[in-house]
């Protein structure tokens, strides 16, 4: 199984080869469809290579990603696997009238999706057409490489392809900045719902670095907010290594910052309250999402089951007077 362009950001050069060599020793290639977001009009599984490969629609054909995923993608496969398909919706043994020799049979009641979803990544792929597939690709990967360039001058970028570039995403690596200034990726994290974005992908596929696929959704304003807003993060963990701000306590281990956190009336920290919330001016011209919760201990919460339950048991209401009256 392989991926394509790969997690770690890159398109590796050597694809077609390492197909090759598999198909040599007699086995199959099957592509996880999760990056054809770098790849749509631009090149295919089959020109790698692969045999099989399912294709995320929650990446590259518009719908959320909660609403599906691969299991309502389309997977292909080349001709000389056809007979062992699984089969359409068929009474048990009609396989082989089909075809399907080698089927197992049917492995889903609904063998064609959701017919709630499905029509959204059909109208998206008929309006874009051919061509504006082909344009959210290399925008996808404009995208990535612009906000790697722009960050590679403040943050270490974790894999380059030959040239220097990126596929569709990038790794920045944070793991130095736990001797430096004991911030962690976590940290980092954290302090971005303090400008108002959600993190990119945590310590995946690297622990201790942030996955950033910007995708070709988002205009350059918004890429621009995030890539000052990481600017301007280094910027608080450099004030940290420079011994400005101590390694406890500091603006990236006390965030996110609630309304809470800055309407108290004692506030004993070593920053400021516009520091906390207000980082950059945009912040205070109406856009402004503030956390709910401030820190939790995730590792505890992962560990431990919590309940916040009211204790039902114990809990009696009163009669009502109309129910008293009937008793």
Request: hydrophobic share 35%.
């Amino acid at each position: 199984m392989i991926t394509y362009p790969s997690t770690h950001g890159v398109f590796e050069e050597s694809i077609t080869e390492i197909c090759q060599v598999i198909h040599s020793n007699g086995g199959q290639v099957y592509m996880d469809g999760a990056n054809m977001n770098a790849q749509v009009g631009l090149t295919s599984p089959a020109n790698i290579g692969a045999d099989v490969c399912h294709l995320n629609l929650h990446k590259t054909f518009c719908i959320p990603h909660g609403g599906g995923g691969p299991g309502v993608g389309a997977i292909a496969f080349s001709k000389h696997l056809s007979s062992f398909a699984p089969g359409a919706v068929l009474p048990r043994g009609a396989e082989e009238e089909k075809g399907l020799k080698h089927s197992v049979g049917s492995i889903s009641a609904s063998m064609y999706g959701s017919a709630g979803i499905l029509p959204i990544p059909y109208l998206y792929i008929q309006l874009m057409g051919g061509k504006g597939l082909t344009r959210a690709t290399e925008l996808a990967i404009l995208n990535a490489n612009y906000m790697a360039k722009k960050l590679g001058e403040h943050y270490p970028i974790l894999y380059k392809g030959k040239n220097g570039s990126a596929a569709h995403e990038f790794i920045i690596d944070a793991r130095g900045f736990k001797s430096t200034a004991g911030i962690e990726a976590e940290d980092i994290a954290k302090r971005l719902m303090d400008y108002g974005f959600h993190a990119p992908t945590l310590s995946f596929p690297i622990s201790g670095t942030l996955m950033i696929e910007p995708t070709e959704s988002e205009s350059k304003k918004e890429i621009d907010r995030l890539v000052e807003s990481l600017v301007e993060i280094r910027k608080e963990i450099r004030e940290v290594e420079e011994g400005k701000q101590g390694k406890e306590g500091n603006v990236l281990k006390n965030a996110p910052h609630t309304i809470g956190d800055v309407v108290r009336e004692e506030w004993g920290r070593s920053y400021g309250r516009e520091k906390a919330v207000y980082p950059v001016k945009w912040l205070k011209e109406g856009y402004k999402p503030w956390p709910a919760v401030g820190r939790i201990d995730g590792v505890y919460g992962d560990l431990n089951l919590v309940c916040t339950c009211p204790k039902v048991e114990s809990y009696q209401e009163e009669p009502k007077e109309s129910d008293q009256k009937k008793q």
